[in-house]
C-alpha cells in the first residue's frame, strides 16, 4: 500500500516541524581527540549504500540506504 501524504485541515497551515542535520564529518573534525576512535561517522558499504556507525559498529537503529532521507540544511534538493 502507497503512503498517502494528507492535506492539513485548515488552509494557510504550515509544517513547522523541520529538522537540521549536523554535517556528516562533524564529529570526526570537531569532537576532542580522545573520544574521536569513538565519533558517530557514516560509512559506506560494498553496495554504496550509507550506514551509520557509532564506536566503531554499524548502528541497530537505522537501515543501510536511508540516511539520506534525513536531509540535511542548505542541501539543494538535488545533493541531498
Do not use: C, Q
Not at 34 to 40: D, E, I
Amino acid at each position: 500500500m502507497a503512503y498517502e501524504i494528507k492535506r492539513f485541515p485548515f488552509d494557510g497551515t504550515v509544517d513547522a516541524d523541520g529538522h537540521v542535520l549536523e554535517p556528516p564529518d562533524l564529529w570526526e573534525n570537531y569532537l576532542e581527540d580522545k573520544f574521536k576512535s569513538r565519533a558517530l561517522r557514516i560509512k559506506v558499504d560494498e553496495n554504496g549504500l550509507e550506514y551509520l556507525e557509532i564506536n566503531g559498529k554499524p548502528s541497530k537503529r537505522t537501515n543501510k540506504g536511508s540516511l539520506g532521507l534525513m536531509g540535511a540544511m542548505g542541501e539543494k534538493k538535488s545533493e541531498a
